[in-house]
């Protein structure tokens, strides 16, 4: 700024001076928020400059150009712009984009290059609206009224919504201000725009406002004029399809042309149909329209494809039931061995129907009392027969069997099925279940219920519960039928390996029948009555060609195999059995005989490493029992200490749970040191490193609580654990131990794993009952409610007397006893175990 501009600023004090913001095609008023982007040096230099030199109310001159050049220059620009605010700015890769804030009219007095770096500044000078002599002339409130009226219309024309005319048109008291806004959002150019600008005269600027008004509105109403003759035009091209199907009709009443034969064929099937009310309006109303559109056009299609998905549905047909409790019996011990509890609970399920049956009045009372009880819901590991007992219970009632598999669904449509408004719309699984059986009252089976997912596209597991619901589902609408279909006849039964991962509302619609893993004397008979014969079969051998001895199928299912199913095992006799039809194939051999000799050379070396108990007792090493995705097994904790300031270091992918069992057991070992045994130097000054194998796997769970604080009293007391005891159980701060789950699957893993004595709480004492009678023969059971009863049992040289401990004098200390296993270390094929 040279002397004599500082000297004109100071002797007049409305003039400002300001960054110049150079606009192209573009005119902005005041009182009207514009987005702007800038890209040119100046401009962005002109910009940074009213960012830092007017740091409060970051005001710029933002003036439009008489032309479209990339350099401006004083002659170039207007001389009467806005002055702008900087509301908003936003930085982006050569450029900005700003939010101005119109605040008022003002006038260039001189322009000039100012600062360091080149930019445009101007000297200028509010311009004030000149208002009419009386306000309230009714005249000028005529023209005011008009200019709003005329912008609402103008608004509408062009699909505003009401709120905002109301807003920013309507809402708008000074004549002033809603001319610029006016102004601004009209379809103008920048010329026409700076004349509106330039125009200081409020009562002048609306006048020329409603002109531009009323010559926008003239030309929107004559190209709404000139769609609506297209439209009709439109019209006459379909009347011109219309005449031209009559046409074809008379052809074919004159022999020219052959009669659609699929149409008819297709009313003929939808008429012999008993449809509900609202379906039968449904499907006529669609054969009209299938009659009236172009047979070659994609409307046609989708109304065709929907009319026969209609009348594919099994709206009338039904199965006879086949009540005879004996039979099922028999089909059942035919096609499973074992699962006690589950045949029990399945001929009680279908004795009850049976009686409910016999007891309805009515064919549609008899017809839903075998699906009207509680939803099956059978829970357990891979393999071990949830789907073929469902397909069993179909075969016993003599009903049709559909299986839909759930796992990985995400989408709510899955379930209902898509609005026929979308391309490739089909219906959801469960409709399309019921075509496939072909009768309304099928075994219907949902798999995997536990592996439904959810997404932003809905949840599929709250679209099970009107399905799974008998007083809901008499009417379950499928979005793409677009009407009600019974299925309270269907008879659904749901599988889940994680009770835990099935949303509460829907297991609250459920009962669950648990299936539990199979001993090794299950597993032979099951691989000797079904699996052997089953792979012979399918590699084309005789029971003479491929023999198997027990001890043999007894190693496959031990050293190959690690489950609680007998899936794998399946594959195993699989690959024996095609091993053995090749070595026959070639001519090598006529009959293949399997023993524990050559079970290695045809299935190659062992694929499971099974955990097995420890070869002697050691120090701070205790047994626990874990239920994974693949039955029961028994898992090793190692506690060690050593000098350091008290801490506890915890190892093994531990989740939160198990290291809070972890603390708790520390922490009960170090109040009761006395009476555990425990000198008290050996609290003073250690740390406590407390691992459990495998590392790679994650654990987590309460019931390894008994197992941690035993680890833990056995190396700070040194005495060692006892190998041949496996416990499980929930470990409190004042020693009590609580109740756990899978009891069962823990107990035939600890079996299995050569464990003798099993320490279990109290409360779980009910759930020995549920053991195989040839894995309790080999175990002796100890229920226990304190922790002081866990260590007489699990440590050596510790009895219990009187309610307290007593330890030998000199505790026996096997040499060793601080090394980790390698066996427990070795694991890295186990799944995930929760305790």
């Known amino acids: 700024m040279t002397d004599k501009e500082q000297e004109i600023q100071e002797a007049k004090p409305d003039r400002l001076r300001l960054p110049v913001l150079p606009l192209r095609e573009t005119v902005v008023f005041p009182g009207v928020t514009a987005p702007i982007v800038a890209g040119r040096d100046k401009t962005l230099r002109a910009i940074e400059h009213a960012l830092s030199a007017d740091e409060e109310t970051k005001r710029i001159f933002a003036v439009a150009q008489r032309e479209n050049v990339d350099e401006p220059t004083a002659d170039i620009l207007y001389n009467i712009g806005v002055i702008c605010r900087i509301a908003q700015i936003q930085r982006f890769p050569g450029g900005l984009q700003l939010l101005l804030e119109g605040e008022g009219r003002a006038t260039a007095l001189q322009y000039a290059e100012g600062g360091e770096n080149v930019f445009l500044e101007a000297i200028v000078t509010p311009l004030a609206d000149q208002g009419p002599l009386n306000v309230s002339d009714a005249a000028f409130q005529g023209l005011f009224r008009e200019v709003s009226e005329k912008a609402a219309e103008l608004g509408r024309h062009r699909g505003v919504p009401e709120e905002i005319i109301e807003r920013f048109i309507r809402a708008v008291e000074e004549p002033g201000a809603l001319s610029d806004h006016v102004a601004y959002y009209m379809e103008l150019g920048s ?107 994609a409307e046609a299609q989708v109304i065709r494809t929907y009319l026969e998905w209609i009348a594919d549905l099994p709206w009338n047909e039904r199965s006879e039931d086949q009540l005879d409790i004996e039979k099922a019996r028999v089909i059942l011990d035919e096609d499973h061995y074992g699962l006690d509890d589950v045949k029990e609970r399945i001929l009680e399920f279908l004795a009850v129907g049976k009686m409910r049956r016999e007891r309805a009045e009515g064919a549609e009372e008899k017809a839903k009392a075998m699906a009207a009880g509680p939803i099956l819901l059978f829970l357990g590991p891979p393999g071990t027969g949830k789907t073929s007992v469902a397909k069993s219970i179909a075969r016993a009632l003599g009903r049709e069997y559909v299986r839909v598999s759930l796992g990985g669904a995400r989408d709510e449509a899955d379930i209902r099925g898509h609005r026929r408004t979308y391309v490739g719309a089909m219906p959801g699984r469960i409709i399309q279940g019921m075509k496939r059986a072909g009768t309304k009252n099928p075994v219907f089976l949902l798999d995997e219920v536990d592996k439904l997912g959810a997404s932003f596209q809905g949840d599929p597991s709250a679209a099970l519960l009107e399905v799974l619901d008998p007083a809901q589902n008499n009417s379950f609408t499928d979005h793409y039928l677009g009407v009600g279909f019974d299925l309270s006849e269907v008879l659904f039964v749901c599988t889940a390996n ?154 093994g992918q531990l989740g939160d749970v198990m290291k809070e069992s972890a603390r708790a057991g520390l922490t009960f070992a170090q109040t009761h040191h006395r009476e555990l045994g425990i000198a008290e130097e050996r609290l003073r000054d250690i740390d406590v490193h407390v691992h459990v194998p495998a590392g790679a796997v994650p654990k987590d769970g309460p019931s390894a609580g008994i197992t941690m604080a035993t680890a833990l009293v056995s190396a700070m007391s040194d005495r060692p654990a006892r190998n041949d005891v496996a416990m499980t159980g929930e470990l409190t701060l004042t020693g009590r131990v609580l109740p756990i789950g899978g009891l069962k699957e823990k107990v035939l893993g600890a079996c299995r794993a050569g464990i003798t004595d099993i320490i279990l709480p109290k409360e779980n004492e009910r759930d020995i009952e549920e053991i195989p009678e040839e894995a309790r023969c080999q175990l002796t059971f100890h229920p226990v409610e304190t922790l002081s009863e866990v260590l007489a049992v699990a440590l050596e040289g510790v009895t219990l007397k009187d309610g307290k401990l007593v330890f030998d004098e000199s505790p026996p200390t096997p040499a060793g006893a601080e090394v980790l296993l390698q066996e427990a270390s070795d694991g890295g094929s186990q799944p995930d175990a929760v305790n």
């Open 191 to 297: 010329s026409e725009k700076q004349e509106l600008l330039e125009t200081t005269s409020v009562e002048l600027r609306l006048r020329r406002i409603l002109v531009h008004l009323y010559r926008q509105i003239a030309m929107l109403e004559a190209q709404e004029h000139i769609r609506t003759r297209v439209q009709e035009e439109l019209g006459e091209r379909q009347r011109e399809i219309y005449l031209r199907e009559q046409l074809k009709a008379i052809r074919r009443e004159l022999g020219e042309e052959d009669s659609d034969a699929e149409i008819e064929e297709l009313r003929e099937r939808l008429e012999t149909l008993e449809l509900p009310g609202e379906a039968r309006e449904e499907v006529d109303r669609e054969l009209r329209r299938l009659e009236r559109v172009n047979r070659e056009s």
């Open 498 to 651: 994680f009770g835990h991962q099935i949303p509460a509302p829907l297991m609250d619609r459920m009962e669950g029948t648990d299936f539990s893993g199979y001993t090794e004397l299950e597993k032979l008979e099951i691989a000797k009555r079904y699996l052997l014969p089953r792979q012979r079969d399918e590699s084309g051998l005789s029971e003479e060609q491929l023999t198997v001895t027990d001890d043999a199928l007894l190693s496959v299912i031990n050293e190959w195999t690690r489950e609680a199913g007998v899936r794998q095992l399946e594959r195993e006799l699989g690959s024996l059995a095609r091993k053995a039809a090749r070595e026959i194939a070639e001519g090598g051999a006529t009959e293949i005989a399997v023993d524990r000799d050559n079970l290695r050379d045809l299935l190659g070396k062992p694929k499971a490493r099974p955990e097995k108990k420890l070869p002697e007792p050691q120090v701070g090493v205790a047994t626990g029992m874990t239920y994974t995705q693949v039955g029961g097994d028994i898992i090793f904790v190692e506690a060690s200490t050593m000098p350091g300031k008290g801490n506890l270091v915890l190892t």
